[in-house]
């Protein structure tokens, strides 16, 4: 099966520097699997590549290693490299893991953040309230994404932040795939008001629990939308 998606997007492409070759064929495919233009399952194939975007197949196949690395595509000897499928036990997996080193990540942010980085909260917040408003969800998910961006830098780990960089990218790709925009988003908003007050408020035990807690339903959410997707 070929690249659907690329027959009207080759314009979006472009070599740019200083990022490597394979890190921009990376990136591209990275966003088109989040933004769902690459489907769960589909084949990437190496040869429409190569020809849609005029390189070789050299930094195609180092971009699927490192999209494989970052749990985006799998790769079947014989067969080829493929979109992974979400499944129960991804979900399963995966949150609980955010869930804990986010709450860390609040509580180590507590002794460094300053007034500048509440405002930035603060902000984000209100331009979440917006986008849930007007129904514009991807950009719901990019304010959400600040949000808690502002606690994981304000954290001061490095190490944190990488780890948690790839876990985010999985749930934004996973918060895509479910069509929550359907929802009412008015307790997602509320949970992330009782965050910024309990930052405000300095009330570190409470704030590591409500943002474990926060993405913890999360997790509850997606599992029983796998469920009535499989029944």
Request: charged content about 30%.
């Amino acid at each position: 099966m070929g690249l659907k998606l690329l027959s009207g997007t080759e314009k979006d492409f472009a070599i740019q520097h200083p990022p490597s070759l394979v890190d921009q064929v990376t990136n591209f495919l990275t966003d088109s699997i989040i933004e769902g233009r690459l489907v769960l399952g589909e084949r990437l194939v190496e040869s429409d590549l190569q020809r849609r975007f005029g390189i070789s197949r050299g930094p195609i196949r180092e971009s699927f290693r490192m999209l494989e690395k970052d749990g985006f595509v799998v790769t079947i000897p014989r067969k080829g490299t493929y979109v992974r499928k979400i499944t129960r036990k991804d979900i399963e997996e995966t949150f609980p893991i955010r869930a804990y080193l986010e709450g860390l990540g609040a509580r180590l942010a507590l002794s460094h953040i300053q007034q500048g980085d509440i405002d930035r909260i603060e902000l984000a917040l209100s331009k979440m309230a917006r986008a849930a408003q007007m129904n514009d969800f991807k950009a719901y998910l990019k304010h959400h994404s600040e949000f808690h961006e502002v606690f994981i830098l304000a954290s001061n780990n490095d190490a944190l932040r990488e780890i948690l960089q790839n876990l985010r990218r999985q749930f934004m790709w996973f918060r895509l795939l479910y069509l929550y925009v359907h929802e009412s988003l008015e307790n997602e908003l509320r949970a992330h008001r009782d965050i910024l007050d309990l930052c405000i408020r300095r009330d570190v035990d409470r704030l590591e629990y409500r943002m474990r807690e926060h993405i913890s339903v999360a997790m509850e959410k997606f599992l029983n939308y796998i469920a009535s997707k499989t029944s």
